[in-house]
Every structure is written in structure tokens, then in C-alpha cells.
């Protein structure tokens, strides 16, 4: 395939960088015969030379390796306030379970009753108006006094 030699004035294919995409562009100045200068013939738009890409043919990509399966299970983020709270159990007295109530006066190790999540065990007060409470289903900020 033959060359046509480059001539300011003359027409090139090249990377448009307002049209985003190849076009035909003339070209402005050249520097030992290699455009530089180009100025879209779309949008005339000035720019410096960018050759027009190349498509080359993609690898085929290889398969993944694939993970156990219970590597691709959703991570529960309460499994460790269940674990937590099985290792409290058999060492909690329901007896001694308060009644929860939103304006009742709460302390850390605390037990209480909830009407909803059952038996719980507060964790620490936070502030003067909440409670971190340890539930059979984890973890809850419930309203205290």
C-alpha cells in the first residue's frame, strides 16, 4: 500500500477531542513530514495529532476460578452477637428480667424484657437517652431514661 505524503492543508484521519471519535481533520503543521497540528473538519475544533486507534482483537479471557460455596455466601453480620449471646444464656436468671419501658433507668449488665425482641441484656448506656441492648437477633439501640 502507497503513502500519500503529508502536505499542510491536506486531509487526515484522526481522534477529535470534542467529537470524542475519528474524523477527517486538515491538517495545520507539520514537523519532519508527521502532522502535529490538526483542525477537525466537524467542529473545527484545533488540536494537537492523535492517530486514530487501532481495534486489536481481544484474548479470550479465561474462566474464573470458582470459590467453595461457602465462600460465595452472603457474610451474616450478626452471627457474632448470636454466638455472644448463646455463651450468655445458660448464665442469665429471667427471674431477675426488668420490664422494658422507654422511661425506665437502665445500667450495663442489666437484664430486661422487651415486648417485641424478648429477653435482653444491655450492653452500655449511651448518653442520657439510649441503650445498647444484646438480643437473641442481635444488637438493638433501644430509648432509655
Known amino acids: 500500500m502507497e503513502r500519500k505524503k503529508l502536505v499542510p492543508g491536506g486531509i487526515i484521519d484522526a481522534r477529535c477531542t470534542k467529537c470524542r471519535t475519528v474524523t477527517n481533520h486538515t491538517i495545520i503543521a507539520l514537523v519532519e513530514e508527521r502532522p ?3 483542525r477537525c473538519n466537524t467542529c473545527n475544533g484545533e488540536h494537537q495529532y492523535r492517530p486514530p486507534v487501532q ?5 479470550p479471557r479465561k474462566p ?3 470459590k467453595a460455596a461457602s465462600a460465595r455466601a452472603p457474610r451474616d453480620p450478626h452471627a457474632a452477637d448470636r ?3 448463646e455463651e450468655l444464656v445458660p448464665a442469665l436468671d429471667r427471674s431477675l428480667a426488668k420490664d422494658y419501658a422507654m422511661t425506665g ?3 450495663p449488665r442489666d437484664l430486661l424484657d422487651h415486648p ?10 449511651i448518653g442520657d437517652s439510649k441503650m445498647e441492648v444484646l438480643f437473641r437477633d442481635g444488637r438493638k439501640l433501644l430509648r432509655c431514661r
Open 116 to 125: 417485641i425482641f424478648g429477653l435482653g441484656l444491655v450492653l452500655q448506656v
Open 55 to 59: 481495534a486489536t482483537p481481544k484474548a
Open 64 to 66: 474464573r476460578a470458582t
Open 36 to 38: 502535529v497540528r490538526v
Open 83 to 85: 454466638r455472644q449471646w
Open 105 to 107: 433507668a437502665y445500667q
